[in-house]
Nanobody, 125 residues
């Protein structure tokens, strides 16, 4: 079982940048596809970005395309979410998740097996 811990959230002005990190422990990191999701108050959790086990394939949601980038460093057991040109509507709790079944990209919440506790991102206008 893998344990995930997110960090890097905070308060930023619109147009600013943040880089989220998700450190994994307790498992073989490169056996997991990884994803980032977010949940705003009163809304359902939604997919943001995903990356395959090797990092060779990535996918981001249309709402963040061109602004957010997902990457991973398997030597450091860490996945990142670089967020640029942030907007107030990006305000949410951001979660990383691990998928142990599929080697490729997974965008569906229910396919992920392990979740971090989340990190708050607040973008002020």
């Amino acid at each position: 079982q893998v344990h995930l811990v997110e960090s890097g959230g905070g308060l930023v002005q619109a147009g600013g940048s943040l880089r989220l990190s998700c450190a994994a422990s307790g498992g073989t990191f490169n056996n997991y596809g990884m994803g980032w999701f977010r949940q705003a108050p009163g809304k359902e959790r939604e997919f943001v970005a995903a990356i395959s086990r090797t990092g060779g394939s990535t996918y981001v949601a249309d709402s963040v395309k061109g602004r957010f980038t997902i990457s991973r460093d398997n030597a450091k057991n860490t996945v990142y979410l670089q967020m640029n040109s942030l907007k107030p509507e990006d305000t949410a709790v951001y979660y990383c998740a691990a998928d142990k079944h599929y080697a490729g990209i997974t965008t569906t919440i229910r396919r992920y097996d392990y979740w971090g506790q989340g990190t708050q991102v607040t973008v002020s206008s």
